[in-house]
């Protein structure tokens, strides 16, 4: 069947969309391919009756006043096809952008985890942002126009990054930023940006932030609308450049404090390791391994892969795996870390797509890498990719988790670079760990958690500062850790 969308601005946009003759629709001039998604763009210039309606509309002649049909087609089982009409910005920046959010609006309509759009109409919510966005001169207002369309949805991870902020995204998933060491998310309840953690010896680190801070300001302007890659970008600069940022004070509900952050370059390894050596209850020694992961970047998975066996040749007995203030990153890294501790065929998450339809995501034929005791740390900060990690090893039976419960984030985006160097974040599913625990806004609890005075967060070392190992070994929740492993141990003995 065929739908029309369009707005009517004293225009009679379905006459626009049905100017060309019955069968001699112009060929398209530019396609583009999303998954299942297929638009096609033509540009349609109004002729005869449409001349003068569109003067006054208006304001200028049928030379300049093109309308900008989309034909949206969808995938063949769905049989149908949907038309757009708008007029196109005079403006060539906002044009293009024209472009970007009929783009965007498609993905969201085909993939979005809500098939309802927050109870709205998703369709008529493109022609309002279609007439806002037609008399704007920039293509930065463009944006803000998008994203406006897209905070109507109610998910504050469904969001659209600049080019300039994606080149920023993607040198962070690298691994390489010139920054100042924040990991920051937008807290879903409030819609401030905290601080879920900082980076050792970072700038950030150095000056006093903590995990729990709010981010009030960056170089004078307010946060208010800004998501977590907005206010990153605006962190972000060339090394030896300073930022001054606002804080509020987690432990101080009303103080606010500035900073000037010097920028420098961060590397951001996402593994750190030690060998921790101690006696049990019978007077053995016996060697802990100690990994703290610290981000889900593409290096992780390797990185990982690589520290467990090195650690495995030293004669190592039993494991710790530290997710603490580790805010997730690449869904896969964190699957594929999740296989390296297990065997078989073992259910790592359950993804729920927008119809409501569950499907496992399974190992296939899995061979782990040790078969060692292992216990997670995990708290606050841990959240996305680390909590389906988490989720993982815990429900098999494979790790005990210690700490305290864990952020709460059980949404699976996507990423998808659109036609001009942008990207669209979108929430295209929910997902519960193995044993089907709801994890979005709840977290995970630990099987033993830590008081507060337990949550110093363990230090990022080299198996050879044995100063550093000594400060590892005085971490309370390592300490707990230690203790369940070797009771543990002894449940395998006996």
Known sequence: ????????????????????????????????????????????????????????????????????????????????????AFPVSRAPEVNAVQRTLVEAWGLIRETFVDPTFNHQDWDMKLQQTMVEMFPLNSADAAYTKISGMLS????????????????????????????????????????????????????????????????????GEGLDGIDSEGAAQRLRGNAGTTVTVKVKDSSKSSYIREVNLPRELIKLSPISS?????????????????????????????????????????????????????????????????????????????????DGNMSPINMINGHAITHDPLVVIVNEGSAS???????????????????????GKGKIQSVTQLHDGSALFVTVAKYVSPALHDIDQVGITPDVQCTTEMLNSAKELSTKDKT?????????????????????????LS
């Not at 003068?52 to 063949?76: D, N, Q, R, Y």
Request: proline share 4%.
């Open 385 to 407: 990719a680390s909590e389906i990690l988490a989720g993982a090893l815990h429900d098999n039976g494979r790790a005990i988790l210690v700490g305290n419960k864990t952020f």
């Open 152 to 219: 109507t949805l109610g998910d504050p991870f469904t969001r659209i990054i600049t080019p300039k902020e994606y080149q920023g995204f993607r040198i962070g998933s690298d691994g390489n930023i010139q920054g100042v060491g924040l990991f920051i998310n937008v807290e879903p309840t409030t819609g401030h940006l905290v601080v879920l953690s900082c980076i050792e010896n970072s700038p950030a680190s150095r000056a006093g932030i903590h995990q729990g801070d709010e981010i009030v300001e960056i170089n």
């Open 274 to 354: 030690a060998i921790i050596p101690h006696k049990s209850s019978e007077g053995q020694v016996i060697k802990t391994g100690y990994v703290k992961l610290s981000t889900f970047s593409q290096s992780a998975a390797e990185d990982m892969q690589n520290a467990i066996q090195e650690m495995k040749n030293q004669g190592v007995h039993s494991y710790i795996l530290d997710l603490r203030n580790n805010p997730g990153g690449l869904v896969k890294a964190g699957l594929d870390v999740a296989q390296m501790w297990l065997d078989g065929d073992e259910t790592l998450v359950n993804t729920i797509d927008r």
């Open 1 to 84: 069947m065929m739908k029309t969308i369009g707005h009517n601005l004293n225009l009679d946009v379905k006459a626009v969309i049905n100017f060309p003759p019955k069968g001699k629709i112009p060929k398209p001039i530019t396609t583009w391919k999303r998954k299942k998604v297929w638009f096609e763009v033509e540009e349609v210039k109004l002729k005869s009756k449409l001349e003068s309606v569109t003067k006054s509309a208006f304001g200028f002649g049928v030379s300049a006043a093109l309308s900008f049909c989309i034909f949206f087609h969808a995938p063949p089982a769905l049989a149908q096809s949907l038309t757009v």
């Open 468 to 492: 550093s190992i000594s400060s590892l070994e005085a971490d309370s929740c390592i300490m707990v850790a230690e203790h369940e492993l070797d009771m543990e141990s002894k449940g395998t």
